[in-house]
């Protein structure tokens, strides 16, 4: 069953990850991320990461894609008429890349290490994490929100029209 | 109980498709969405990770990902914004100006 | 939940930066327009009183925050560095945006919250927040690299970097994130236990090794992972780039040393050749490709990835196999010194390059530098110190920053790198000179005006005069720097 | 006396004197750098009369600590070696402010800041007791005079500039190289006396001996890697060709004296074969060159080049005659070259022209000119009497020692030196001026009081020396002697050509006949 | 002590020339002519001191002293000495003296007295040296005094080209000079006279292998390997074939010069120095023999080719370098005494000739062609007998100087061996040529038809007093040089090598005089005969003889040869080497390396093609070949 999920899962998320790069309309692309996106969430729930899950749709599908679309659409961003000349190197060279990466990774027998943070899988994951980023995970929680308060003024800042209006 | 490799293999696959992505796309919007699949690529892998070892470290990587690329959008989607108003065009193989 | 107060204490720089920064941000609305540069000075405040704290912090070495801070001698050396430098390219800034009538008080926001990112970059005991503070730096420097907008090659260089950059920590996350696999953590102390366990030979750690690479190699510029380099350091206005050359590179060293050599310091058999290619590489490639250079800031980003190299080879030195633990201190305070010392000359030498920029390209072009010793013989001395210090022509700082490394080099039995660096060097005495020449050896064309005094503010005339003594004082009296980095480097096993 | 940081004053008080020229006018500051180089003359005299030649020790040694880890010292000192070219250097500076009073219009401030500058690099290259410090000097004499040769230099300046800098930083890149490599076998120490003691294997010697040939060789310079000599020689200006010629090469020589000898003997003996090989190749060499020559300062560069063969020959015979007589010849060749620059310049000053062909006949409206240059040049040409015959006789009396065949090489030198400097002087000096057409618009005056100011005591020296050469001889000697004994006491594997001592006579001429003899 | 002074003064006297000279122009000779003629009477008085017994050594100072090797300046006056001594000075002051009338109003007056009073003094030096070192610094010195003043008149092309090439061709005997004297000091650990012939004995049968640094093997006698080197100084300077050349041409300087340096004192340093070390000579018979026939073809070459001279001064410089030759030969047999001997009553008779063509030559305003003479006997009377007188002796005339000492030198020859009397035959043959063109000299110049130039032709008259006067002393002396008993003075201090000398066979003797005088007075005939008599023979007798006459007038073609052999390749091959070696292969190394790394950079920096993607792939590329390279290693 579990099994079956995985494949269902993975299956759509590596087609969708390869049409939003194959695809020549941009929004198109956009739209197979935004299936991606919902196929990853899925896969979080079957690993029992269900918060995880509920913010991969939260910010990615509903904030991050949004503002992509939102971007395509103002733009008026016509389709893409071809690859980058370098296309057919870079095609060559995923592929070895990825002979290499998945040789490398599924050679290896993943074992349990010890934890020494509280079990993900207990009932409860979102209060988990919770407790864990304001406890444990304090100092990078802050670090973050100094990294959302950058990308906050710098986008206003790049793209707001004339910079002397404020 | 799937394998860990098996989420490996497929993040690889994700990954290096976003990889690939970067290097063949013209369009920035579409380079940056391409950079939207590593980062899931990554994720795959730390919330795999976190399952198997039954630790929430992972997880909450995930979590400053997503912050992460959500800070990274914003800051992108506005470069693209500002260069669009200037050069009329978001690919990036017409930006070459400055070379050599 | 509750805040300890010792945590607090270890991360007060930070605080301090951070409500430096927001203040600044907030104030900013509120400030008429004659008076923005008030707001670089609370800058300047925050950045004096974060130096005094972590003096007082040098000899500690705490952690915080479960773990994931580490306050130490190491990382304080950072700090300090880092204060200095963000303080100078503050006042570098002043004068600069004042040339070019931008008049924008969230510059100096970013600029203190990339130094917030750098500072969470060298005090990190975990790879979380390591790539957090990467990402507090980068994404400021993108804005910072942009913030030109009424240029298209400031635009453009901060779409190269930001697109370039997120490919680049997107490498470094997945890394990263095999890492974890492997080891279970992304603690650093835990990651080198782990891999203390672990063969050589695992195939994943490889993998993660390799990525990690990439990442680091990216910021600090290492070949093949330079080439953003010189477009990025080109297009963005003067002081970004000073700020980029000196600070982001200090700060990636910081934080990618900690990660290479006390994380991953069990596989040192691993990566020291490969950081042995790259260094070579490095060498090479940026100091023969800053030859053919014209344009200034062009010929820095070029000499900044040289020099990329030769602090790389601090790194290898520390990173030989058999490397006692003498050998390593050698090595990492060597490159400890050479980042300190290559801070103050190019810091200088862009100093001067914003002294010169009149509006238009003037200044950016090797050929504007034209019988500038006629024109502008103080700025044109200025900028004959910066090149031979950059040069690592005695008496200078420069030779006692490349003087350490050779030394470690030789230490650890690599004397054909040393020779090799040399060499190099001696073939970036060449871009260097031209510099001179053009300055001095060429006739100022007639059409030039002659400026009748050299316009220098004030700020720009403290960062000259700090780079300048900065400079001269290592070059001749090396012996507090030096034990300084010998001092921070105790600390870090 | 010891306390009295005699050294420290003389080798920085050039530096105070160039800092002090940023705060004056242009006029002054020929006066300024007039003062200070006399004044720093004038205290470098008391090193030659309180000089104890009867030792070998080093004196007016002064000591501080300058870095701690690793332990670079602050180490000064002079020994019968380093003396010659301490005082060489202090009574040269003072002639090229001289010469450069007309000729140097530009940027003089600048100009006399670089000379000084160079002076005090020059002297703490020679006093230098600690190697790093040396290497300091060393290099920090680059960027005076690549500004010197490259700002107020001839038309092709910057090519000769960038040459002279780059030929000599590649040479002494990998002499720092081999300082480090020597800190570390060598027990931990930059104390150039302390190496001089330590012993290396001969494989470690070989290494280090090439290390340090790029970098004295260069500067030397030693063929063939000569060819930035006339370049920058032909570019420089006066001043510059003076300090070059004078000074410069010296500091080549004098690092084989210093460093490559006592400190690598075992492989100094195995590559003196090829050392001489080189010498007698660059003395031949170099003549040849300077025969073709149809530019005054090339002529006179390549016969530089051919004068500097001598004295790494008289290094190498590794013997006392050779060493003392490469001594001398360092001495002489700064003083008489020097002049002809001089000369060459005073003339350049005067027609805009360093070509032979444009500076004919000069005798007829330029007697006093004249006879200095026949003077210098006959000095030159090492002629008995003046100061020049001293050095080549005792360089090629130390190589006949070693042996025969080649000092019978080095000797063809002196024929074609007579042949190349004679013909200069045949077209220079003597001929008929009126003969050359366009000539008639030059006005030549001949010298004037500040240019016979500036002869007259390098013609008082040609002859001093070449007349009581003793005197400068003398404080040689227990310096050499201890160099040599150096040599003796570490070089163990290899046989080593006996010196000329009455002993060693028996095996140099091979006895035939069982008859000895007693002198 | 006071014989210091004698080369002193003339020193001094040059100091005060060479630096007041500018002010005391005119007045130069008021110097130097008193310090001269002082230098000389003290010679007279060490000539006579030295003749009462008295040996005399004077050190001066400590020159130079660096390990073992210790040279001392000193002055020594013994038997030889003093007669060179005196030759000296007598001859410079008659020099000088003659110079007040010769140059005259000449620009360089003061500048000409200084240079042949630093001549005066480095020759009495060079004479008085008791010690190898000293002898060739001052051999270098009369070489410089040589050069100065042969370049007197510099404006003059050929004068200076002339001072040079006599320099260089000194320089190359100097060359074997000092080779020599390193392998004495090598030898013997010393430099001085004395210690080195005290122990040459004891080197006789001592090598050097000259290929011992190479490994090879060459054993050369030391002794003679020495003697040879330093006879080639003794080439060089004395103008021995083959370094003859430059003696005819050093004829460009003024008059007084010629006599002076060219022939009475410089061109015999080299007789002098191998009597000097005669016994060193004497104990290496290869190198006497050496000496000897490079003295016989010498004797032989410059007779041939005065035969045929036309310039007045060449037709007797030739003649000297037969003498010198003659000399050489003598001194090379063993014959030192007669060798210095005819040096003597040659120094008085040869400057007597060079002071009168001098006379001739101010008298006709520089005309130096015989061609261009005639008939001047009447007019220059004075000049003309003295010059007669000077010939005879040349010509070996029975009862003057030369007559004694050639034959002296030709009866101690015939004495010496196989070898020996070859060469006296040859010596034989050569006086009766000497004696034909020294006459065909005296009949061209002084009889026949008046060829002088119209212009000057009617004022040629006598020239003053200062200019007759030494030509009349010299003439004297010309004459009774023959009479002083020099080579009984001489001869304890000479004593030739065992075996020869000492004994003429006096039946020999007697005959080899008749000879030469029968030859002699048969060359002056000869003259008489084609230049007086039947003036078209010589003309004839030239192109019947083509060949002959062509060797002899273009000087063996020697100067040609060196010219192709030597001076032209030299210059040929400086040239190339700088052309094709420094320029073409060192400095287009240098030059090549920095285009190289520069080409180097601009290839590479074309990779930064400014594509954004470029840029990330070129990052791509780099990890996939470090992951290729990890995986397959």
Not at chain 3, 55 to 60: E, F, P, R
Not at chain 4, 178 to 188: C, E, N, S, T, Y
Not at chain 5, 361 to 388: C, N, S
């Amino acid at each position: 069953m579990s099994h079956l999920f995985f494949l269902y899962f993975a299956g759509v998320i590596v087609a969708t990850s390869i049409l939003v790069v194959a695809l020549r309309n941009p929004v198109y692309s956009a739209l197979s991320l935004l299936i991606m996106f919902f196929h990853v969430a899925g896969l979080y729930v079957t690993l029992h990461a269900e918060f995880l899950a509920a913010v991969q749709i939260i910010v990615y599908a509903g904030a991050i894609l949004v503002l992509y679309l939102f971007v395509v659409m103002l733009l008026n961003v016509k389709r893409d008429e071809r690859y980058h000349v370098q296309a057919p190197a870079a095609a060559f060279l995923g592929l070895v890349l990825l002979t290499e990466v998945v040789l490398l990774v599924s050679q290896r027998a993943y074992q349990t290490a010890p934890a020494g943070l509280p079990a993900a899988d207990q009932a409860g994951n979102t209060e988990t994490i919770g407790e864990v980023l304001y406890s444990t995970y304090l100092f990078p929680f802050e670090v973050a929100s100094l990294i959302l308060l950058v990308a906050m003024i710098g986008a206003i800042i790049l793209a707001k029209k004339n910079i002397d209006e404020c | 109980m799937i394998p860990v490799s098996y989420y490996l293999v497929l993040s690889a696959i994700v990954f290096l498709t976003g990889l690939v992505g970067v290097l063949v796309r013209r369009n920035i919007i579409v380079i940056l969405l391409s950079v939207e699949l590593m980062l899931n690529a990554t994720n795959i892998n730390f919330v795999a990770f976190s399952h198997y070892f039954n630790n929430v470290a992972g997880q909450v990587f995930v979590f400053f990902t997503l912050t992460v690329a959500a800070a990274e959008v914003a800051v992108g989607l506005a470069i693209i914004i500002a260069l669009y108003r200037s050069k009329s065009s978001i690919n990036v193989d017409e930006f070459q100006l400055l070379k050599w | 939940m509750t805040l300890p107060a010792a945590d607090i204490l270890a991360i007060l720089p930070e605080l301090i930066v951070m409500g430096a920064a927001c203040l600044i941000l907030v104030l900013d609305p509120i400030t008429p327009v004659s008076r923005k540069e008030w707001l670089a000075w609370i800058g300047l405040g925050a950045l004096a009183v974060c130096a005094g704290v972590t003096a007082s912090q040098m000899g500690v070495r705490v952690m915080a925050f479960s773990d994931l801070v580490i306050i130490d001698p190491y990382a304080s050396f950072w700090k300090l560095l880092l204060y200095l430098v963000s303080g100078l390219t503050i006042l570098l800034s002043l004068a600069y945006l004042k040339e070019e009538a931008m008049h924008l008080a969230e510059y100096y926001g970013f600029l203190l919250l990339s130094l917030v990112g750098m500072m969470v970059m060298v005090s990190a005991a975990d790879l979380l927040t390591i790539y957090l503070g990467t990402e507090l730096m980068s994404l400021s420097l993108y804005v910072l690299a942009g913030i030109k907008r009424a240029e298209g090659r400031s635009l453009e260089a901060s779409a190269k970097y930001f697109v370039l950059g997120a490919f680049s920590s997107g490498i470094l996350l997945y890394g990263i994130s095999l890492l974890f696999g492997i080891t279970g953590s992304t603690r650093l102390s835990a990651i080198t236990a782990a891999v203390h366990t672990r063969s050589l030979d695992d195939p994943t750690l490889l993998l993660a090794l390799i990525l990690l690479v990439v990442g680091f190699g990216f910021k600090i510029a290492a070949v093949p992972f330079h080439m953003w380099t010189p477009d990025v350091y080109e297009g963005s206005p003067t002081s970004v780039t000073a700020f980029m050359a000196v600070a982001a590179k200090a700060a990636s060293f910081g934080a990618f040393m900690r990660v290479f050599l006390e994380g991953l310091g069990g596989l040192k058999a691993n990566w020291h050749g490969l950081f042995l290619i790259v260094c070579v590489a490095t060498l090479i490639l940026g100091n023969v490709v800053a030859i053919v250079q014209t344009n200034i800031k062009r010929m820095l980003a070029y000499s900044s990835i040289a020099h990329a190299g030769y602090a790389l080879i601090g790194v290898v030195v520390a990173g030989h196999a058999t490397a006692s633990s003498e050998i390593r201190s050698l090595g990492l305070s060597s490159v400890m010194l050479y980042l300190a010392i290559y801070s103050f000359m190019t810091l200088g030498a862009f100093a001067v390059v914003a002294l010169l920029r009149k509006g238009g390209l003037e200044g950016e072009e090797i050929e504007d530098y034209t019988g500038l010793a006629k024109r502008q013989p103080v700025a044109a001395f200025l900028m004959l110190v910066f090149m031979v210090s950059l040069a690592g022509i005695p008496p200078t700082a420069g030779f006692i920053g490349k003087f350490y490394l050779f030394m470690g080099a030789v230490r650890a039995g690599l004397t054909w790198l040393a020779v090799v660096a040399l060499l190099f060097a001696a073939v970036s005495a060449y871009y260097y000179l031209r510099v001179v020449m053009v300055m001095y050896m060429r006739e100022p064309e007639a059409s030039v005006t002659v400026l009748p005094r050299l316009l220098v503010s004030p700020p720009l005339a403290i960062v000259l005069a700090c780079a300048l003594a900065g400079v001269g004082f290592f070059g001749l009296y090396p012996d507090p720097l030096v034990a300084l980095a010998q001092h921070a480097i105790l600390a870090l096993k | 006396m010891s306390s009295f940081p005699l050294l420290t004053i003389i080798i920085f008080l050039p530096l105070v004197g160039a800092a002090a020229l940023f705060f004056v006018k242009e006029q002054q500051a020929r006066w300024v750098a007039l003062g200070v180089t006399l004044a720093d003359f004038a205290l470098s005299l008391p090193l030659w009369f309180w000089f104890d030649s009867t030792t070998a020790q080093m004196q007016f040694t002064e000591r501080a600590s300058w870095i701690t880890s690793p332990a670079i010292n602050y180490a000064l000192g002079l020994d019968g070696i380093s003396l010659p070219m301490v005082l060489l250097t202090t009574f040269l500076t003072p002639f090229c402010v001289g010469i450069s009073w007309r000729a140097i219009e530009s940027r003089v401030p600048l100009f006399m800041a670089s000379l000084l500058i160079m002076e005090t690099a020059m002297l703490g290259v020679f006093a230098a007791l600690d190697f790093v410090l040396f290497y300091v000097f060393w290099e920090a004499m680059l960027i005076p005079m690549y500004l010197l040769i490259g700002v107020w230099g001839g038309p092709n300046r910057v090519y000769a500039a960038v040459k002279f800098f780059l030929y000599t930083l590649v040479g002494s890149v990998l002499l720092l190289a081999a300082i480090i490599v020597l800190f570390f076998k060598g027990g931990h120490t930059f104390d150039i006396l302390l190496l001089g003691k330590g012993e290396f294997t001969p494989a470690l010697q070989s290494w280090l001996f090439w290390a340090f040939f790029a970098a004295f060789a260069v500067k030397v310079p030693m063929f063939p890697f000569h060819t930035w000599l006339p370049d920058a020689h032909v570019e420089a200006p006066t001043a510059g060709s003076v300090i070059l010629a004078s000074v410069l090469l010296k500091m080549g020589a004098y690092g084989f004296l210093r460093f490559t000898l006592p400190m690598l003997p075992d492989a100094t003996v195995a590559f003196t074969p090829i050392i001489i090989a080189l010498s007698v190749i660059a003395i031949l060499y170099g003549a040849y060159m300077a025969l073709a020559q149809a530019d005054l300062k090339k002529l006179i560069a390549y016969s530089s080049v051919s004068h500097m063969g001598f004295v790494t020959l008289g290094i190498f015979a590794l013997n006392t005659q050779g060493i003392e007589g490469a001594i001398l010849q360092m001495v002489n060749h700064g003083i008489t070259t020097g002049a002809l620059f001089l000369c060459v310049g005073i003339i350049y000053e005067r027609t805009h022209s360093r070509l032979i062909s444009d500076n004919c006949g000069l005798t007829g409206p330029m007697p006093r000119y004249a006879t200095f240059l026949v003077v210098f040049s006959l000095s030159s040409i090492g002629l008995p009497g003046t100061n020049s015959f001293v050095g080549e006789f005792l360089v090629l009396a130390g190589t006949f020692f070693w042996s025969k065949p080649v000092a019978a090489l080095a000797s063809l030198g002196i024929i074609l030196a007579a042949a190349y400097m004679l013909w200069m002087v045949q077209r220079v000096a003597f001929g008929q001026r009126s003969e050359q057409a366009g000539h008639g618009t030059i006005r030549l005056p001949d010298l004037n009081l500040r240019e016979m100011a500036l002869l007259a005591p390098l013609l008082v020296l040609v002859f001093w020396i070449g007349l009581v050469p003793n005197q400068v001889l003398t404080p040689m000697h227990a310096s050499v002697a201890n160099l040599l004994d150096q040599l003796d006491q570490q070089e163990a594997a290899f046989a080593r050509t006996p010196r000329a001592t009455p002993d060693a006579v028996a095996s140099i001429t091979d006895h035939v006949s069982p008859v000895t003899h007693q002198p | 002590m006071e014989y210091a002074l004698i080369p002193l003064l003339p020193f001094a006297a040059f100091l005060i020339l060479g630096l007041f000279g500018h002010w005391i122009k005119d007045r130069a000779h008021f110097v130097a002519v008193p310090a001269v003629v002082t230098s000389f009477l003290l010679s007279m008085l060490a000539f006579l001191d030295v003749a009462g017994g008295r040996q005399t050594t004077m050190p001066l100072y400590t020159w130079l002293q660096s390990g073992d090797v210790t040279i001392a300046l000193g002055l020594s006056i013994d038997r030889l000495t003093a007669v060179m001594l005196l030759l000296v000075t007598t001859v410079s002051s008659l020099v000088h003296v003659y110079t007040i009338g010769y140059m005259q109003g000449e620009k360089g007056y003061a500048r000409f007295f200084a240079y042949i009073a630093l001549f005066t003094f480095s020759m009495l030096m060079l004479v008085m040296a008791d010690n190898f070192l000293q002898l060739f610094v001052f051999w270098e010195a009369v070489g410089l005094c040589s050069y100065l003043l042969i370049g007197h008149w510099y404006e003059r092309q050929s004068a200076c080209n002339a001072a040079t090439k006599a320099f260089v061709v000194n320089r190359v005997g100097d060359f074997g000079f000092l080779l020599g004297l390193l392998l004495v000091l090598d030898s013997f650990g010393t430099l001085d006279y004395h210690q080195v012939f005290a122990q040459a004995s004891a080197y006789t049968s001592d090598t050097v292998n000259l290929l011992r640094p190479f490994g090879g093997e060459w054993r050369v006698s030391t002794l003679t390997l020495i003697c040879l080197l330093l006879f080639v100084g003794a080439i060089g300077k004395s103008a021995q074939v083959p370094l003859h050349v430059w003696l005819p041409d050093a004829m460009e300087g003024p008059t007084p010069i010629s006599a002076l340096i060219h022939a009475a004192t410089m061109v015999t340093a080299g007789v002098f120095m191998v009597a000097r070390l005669s016994p060193l000579y004497n104990l290496s018979p290869v190198a006497m023999n050496v000496v000897a026939v490079v003295g016989g073809l010498t004797m032989v070459l410059g007779a041939t080719i005065a035969l045929t001279q036309y310039d007045i001064k060449r037709v007797v410089a030739y003649s000297t370098v037969s003498q010198l030759g003659y000399m050489v030969m003598a001194c090379g047999l063993g014959a030192y005494t007669a060798g210095m001997y005819h040096l003597l009553t040659h120094g008085a008779f040869k400057a007597l000739l060079f002071l009168g063509c001098g006379s001739v030559i101010i008298a006709l305003h520089h005309e130096q062609d015989m061609r261009h003479m005639g008939g001047l006997k009447d007019k220059l009377p004075i000049t003309y007998w003295t010059f007669v007188i000077g010939s005879l002796a040349l010509a070996g005339f029975p009862l003057t100087s030369g007559f004694f000492s050639k034959d002296d030198i030709l009866v101690s020859a015939w004495s010496a061996g196989a070898l020996g009397k070859t060469l006296a035959v040859a010596g034989l043959l050569t006086a009766g040529l000497t004696a034909f063109y020294s006459f065909r000299l005296v009949f061209v110049t002084f009889w026949g038809p008046s060829h002088v130039d119209p212009h000057h032709a009617g004022h040629v008259h006598e020239p003053s007093k200062t200019m007759t006067v030494p030509l009349i002393i010299l003439a004297v002396l010309a004459v009774l040089a023959g009479y002083l008993g020099i080579p009984q003075f001489l001869a304890p201090a000479l004593p030739g090598p065992e075996g020869t000398g000492g004994h003429h066979e006096g039946g020999a003797a007697a005959g080899i005089m008749i000879v030469a005088t029968l030859l002699g007075l048969s060359g002056i005939a000869a003259a008489y005969v084609m230049y007086v008599k039947l003036p078209g023979l010589a003309e004839s007798l030239a192109n019947q003889w083509q060949g002959a006459y062509r060797l002899s007038f273009n000087k063996w073609f020697v100067d040609e040869a060196y010219d192709r052999a030597f001076v032209k390749p030299t210059f040929h091959l400086a040239d190339r080497l700088w052309q094709r070696v420094d320029v073409g292969i060192i400095d287009a190394a240098v030059n090549g390396t920095a285009r190289g790394v520069a080409w180097f950079g601009w290839i590479l920096r074309l990779i930064q093609s400014g594509q954004t993607q470029h840029y990330a792939l070129g990052m791509i590329l780099g990890a996939v070949l470090i992951l290729t390279v990890y995986l397959l290693t």
